[in-house]
Structures are given as structure tokens and as C-alpha cells.
């Protein structure tokens, strides 16, 4: 009988094949590449805060003009279109009531002087007086009073942007203008106009009085106009988990208008935090989510992200997960899965 005899070239053959069959057996995961990555070091930079909104510009200030009961309207003294000072005369009413008001108020007080001299000689008794004095008090009140509601006074500067009666009508007192009240003239603040915005409960603890604000609108393309919060309501409505902020706007040009779109961007508090190239972000097909990958002990490491506020073209995320000091990979990510091994490169 022959003894096989095996030879160390034998052996080596051997050894070769074993070890291509085992790698043919293996998954293709298990013998991919070591991927080349470059990275950059994660640091908190200074980033403001900011929230926007859409509003429409309103005026400052807004009156629908009119005297306080029915006449006839001698002269308006405007158009629509004027430009009008605060104390400016516009418009005039019949003055006939007022006349004889006045006469009223003339004898009211020959009465009273008279009661008041007879009361020293002790021929009156106080009611009398009293009963003087009181008619008197009437009839000038009642002459203030006609006297306020017969010429029209301009109560701040503004524009005229209405005109509902001519000379010589009668003002009714019924309702007339698109706000269902009634006026014979309608004047707005346009220097200064405000828009309304309705913020998330969210930023309550940090809207401030003074605090700025820009405007963009379509019409100004390119350009910003500034602004800053006057007014904060006091309440949250409970429906839209929101609140009313008024802000005011410098418009010396009258360059913008009531009724005009426009956005607006409050500036909060600035804080420290993590900004990243935009490229170093990756969005998940078909989903809103989008990740950042970090090299970690020859890994890739896959970390969820909210994107934050855009700084030309770096971008703020935010999430527990990233930390200061990660090496963030910004370059070859867009082939990776999490969990693939990776090298950095120069």
C-alpha cells in the first residue's frame, strides 16, 4: 500500500483555496472598502436668533372725522390726497346752534353776577345761587361743547385718504365707510406705520419693548426697511397658542403704504451654537429629515439634525447628539451609510 505523501507546495495550495472560497462565501458589506472621508473640527459660534412673519402694513394712527351730532357742513377745507399738520382747521359745520348758545351762556352769566350780589346782601337764599351758578356752568359747557363739534381740528399730522361729504350736505350721523362708522373726512398717520404679527407662545420670555425688526416687501425688492416692538398683548390666545405684538415703522419717504404685504423678521437673543457647511448636511429622499455624519473610531456615525438658521452658506443644527469637538465629515458623505468604516484623508 502507498502512503500519500504531502509536500509543503501541496500545503500552500491548500491554504490558497480555503481562503478564496471563504471570502466568496462572505456578504459584499463585509469586504467593501475603507471609504476616504475628510472632516473638520465642530465649534460653538455666535448665532442671533430670528423669527418671521407675514403681516400687512396698517396706518399708525387712524381717524374717521365727524362732529359729534348731525348739521349741515358749511366747508371742508381739504381733499383727499392733502397733507394736513396737527391743529390744522378742516372742516367747518353750521354755526346757528353755536350763536345761539352763546347768547345763552351771555345771559346764564349776567343771572349768576347778579345772584352772586344779591346773595352778599343776604336778599337771595344759597339755593338760588346755587341754581344760578348751575345754569351758568351748563351754558358754557354746552357753548365748549358746540364749539369742538363745529370746527374740526386735525388731532396728529397725516394724510387725507377720504372724503365722504361735500359743502353745504348734511352729515346724518349713519355709517358710511368701510369700518361701519360714520365721518365726513378719513385721516391716517403714514410717516409712521405699524404692522401686527400674531408670535408663538414659544417666544414670549423674549419679545421685548425696543426690540428691532426688518420688513422686506415684493414691491422693494432688495431692499430692507427697520422697525422695532412698541406694544406686547398681555395674553396668549388659547386657539392659536400665539400673541398679538404691534411694531412700529419709520416711513419719513412714505415709501410704504397701509394695506402692503410685507414680511417681517424679529431678531431675538443671540446665543452660542453649532453652524456647519450646507454641504455637510444630507437630506433622506422622499422625507423631510436630513442627518450630518461624524467620524468616530474609524465609523461613520449617523446623527439626525434640525436645521436651524442659515448664515450664507453655513447652516445651524440642532440636536443633543452633536457635541463641540466632533470631527464632522464634509466631504464623501454623500456615499455613506451609517456604520460604514471610513478614513480620513489629507
Same mark, same amino acid.
Given at each position: 500500500?502507498?502512503?500519500?505523501?504531502?509536500?509543503?507546495?501541496?500545503?500552500?495550495?491548500?491554504?490558497?483555496?480555503?481562503?478564496?472560497?471563504?471570502?466568496?462565501?462572505?456578504?459584499?458589506?463585509?469586504?467593501?472598502?475603507?471609504?476616504?472621508?475628510?472632516?473638520?473640527?465642530?465649534?460653538?459660534?455666535?448665532?442671533?436668533?430670528?423669527?418671521?412673519?407675514?403681516?400687512?402694513?396698517?396706518?399708525?394712527?387712524?381717524?374717521?372725522?365727524?362732529?359729534?351730532?348731525?348739521?349741515?357742513?358749511?366747508?371742508?377745507?381739504?381733499?383727499?390726497?392733502?397733507?394736513?399738520?396737527?391743529?390744522?382747521?378742516?372742516?367747518?359745520?353750521?354755526?346757528?346752534?353755536?350763536?345761539?348758545?352763546?347768547?345763552?351762556?351771555?345771559?346764564?352769566?349776567?343771572?349768576?353776577?347778579?345772584?352772586?350780589?344779591?346773595?352778599?346782601?343776604?336778599?337771595?337764599?344759597?339755593?338760588?345761587?346755587?341754581?344760578?351758578?348751575?345754569?351758568?356752568?351748563?351754558?358754557?359747557?354746552?357753548?365748549?361743547?358746540?364749539?369742538?363739534?363745529?370746527?374740526?381740528?386735525?388731532?396728529?399730522?397725516?394724510?387725507?385718504?377720504?372724503?365722504?361729504?361735500?359743502?353745504?350736505?348734511?352729515?346724518?350721523?349713519?355709517?358710511?365707510?368701510?369700518? $361701519?362708522?360714520?365721518? /365726513? %373726512?378719513?385721516? @391716517?398717520?403714514?410717516?409712521?406705520?405699524?404692522?401686527? +404679527?400674531?408670535? *408663538? =407662545?414659544?417666544?414670549?420670555?423674549?419679545?421685548?419693548?425696543?426690540?428691532?425688526?426688518?420688513?422686506?416687501?415684493?414691491?422693494?425688492?432688495?431692499?430692507?426697511?427697520?422697525?422695532?416692538?412698541?406694544?406686547?398683548?398681555?395674553?396668549?390666545?388659547?386657539?392659536?397658542?400665539?400673541?398679538?405684538?404691534?411694531?412700529?415703522?419709520?416711513?419719513?419717504?412714505?415709501?410704504?403704504?397701509?394695506?402692503?404685504?410685507?414680511?417681517?423678521?424679529?431678531?431675538?437673543?443671540?446665543?452660542?451654537?453649532?453652524?456647519?457647511?450646507?454641504?455637510?448636511?444630507?437630506?433622506?429622499?422622499?422625507?423631510?429629515?436630513?442627518?450630518?455624519?461624524?467620524?468616530?473610531?474609524?465609523?461613520?456615525?449617523?446623527?439626525?439634525?434640525?436645521?436651524?438658521?442659515?448664515?450664507?452658506?453655513?447652516?445651524?443644527?440642532?440636536?443633543?447628539?452633536?457635541?463641540? $469637538?466632533?470631527?464632522? /465629515? %464634509?466631504?464623501? @458623505?454623500?456615499?455613506?451609510?451609517?456604520?460604514?468604516? +471610513?478614513?480620513? *484623508? =489629507?
Amino acid at each position: 500500500m502507498k502512503t500519500l505523501k504531502i509536500t509543503p507546495l501541496v500545503i500552500g495550495l491548500l491554504i490558497g483555496f480555503s481562503a478564496c472560497n471563504s471570502n466568496a462565501d462572505k456578504p459584499e458589506a463585509e469586504v467593501k472598502s475603507v471609504m476616504p472621508v475628510k472632516t473638520i473640527t465642530l465649534e460653538k459660534t455666535i448665532v442671533q436668533r430670528t423669527t418671521q412673519y407675514t403681516s400687512t402694513l396698517i396706518p399708525f394712527e387712524e381717524v374717521n372725522y365727524a362732529p359729534a351730532q348731525p348739521g349741515r357742513i358749511n366747508k371742508i377745507h381739504v381733499e383727499v390726497g392733502d397733507h394736513v399738520k396737527k391743529g390744522q382747521l378742516l372742516v367747518e359745520m353750521d354755526r346757528t346752534q353755536l350763536a345761539q348758545a352763546m347768547l345763552q351762556l351771555e345771559d346764564a352769566n349776567v343771572n349768576f353776577q347778579r345772584m352772586e350780589m344779591l346773595l352778599k346782601q343776604n336778599s337771595i337764599s344759597q339755593q338760588q345761587y346755587d341754581q344760578a351758578k348751575m345754569a351758568a356752568d351748563l351754558a358754557n359747557s354746552n357753548v365748549k361743547y358746540l364749539k369742538e363739534n363745529t370746527t374740526l381740528i386735525a388731532p396728529f399730522s397725516g394724510i387725507v385718504t377720504a372724503k365722504y361729504y361735500e359743502d353745504g350736505e348734511v352729515y346724518s350721523g349713519a355709517p358710511n365707510t368701510a369700518s $361701519g362708522k360714520a365721518a /365726513i %373726512i378719513n385721516i @391716517q398717520q403714514i410717516a409712521l406705520l405699524k404692522a401686527v +404679527v400674531h408670535v *408663538s =407662545e414659544s417666544y414670549f420670555p423674549s419679545i421685548k419693548e425696543g426690540m428691532e425688526a426688518s420688513f422686506t416687501t415684493d414691491i422693494y425688492p432688495g431692499k430692507t426697511f427697520k422697525g422695532s416692538v412698541y406694544r406686547i398683548y398681555p395674553t396668549i390666545n388659547e386657539a392659536t397658542r400665539s400673541f398679538k405684538t404691534e411694531i412700529k415703522i419709520d416711513n419719513p419717504d412714505e415709501a410704504l403704504r397701509p394695506g402692503m404685504f410685507t414680511r417681517v423678521e424679529l431678531k431675538l437673543d443671540e446665543i452660542e451654537s453649532l453652524v456647519v457647511p450646507a454641504i455637510a448636511i444630507v437630506k433622506q429622499d422622499g422625507t423631510n429629515n436630513h442627518f450630518i455624519y461624524v467620524y468616530e473610531n474609524g465609523i461613520a456615525k449617523q446623527i439626525e439634525v434640525t436645521i436651524g438658521k442659515r448664515i450664507n452658506d453655513k447652516v445651524e443644527v440642532i440636536s443633543p447628539e452633536v457635541k463641540e $469637538g466632533m470631527q464632522l /465629515i %464634509i466631504a464623501g @458623505q454623500a456615499r455613506l451609510m451609517a456604520g460604514d468604516a +471610513v478614513t480620513i *484623508s =489629507e
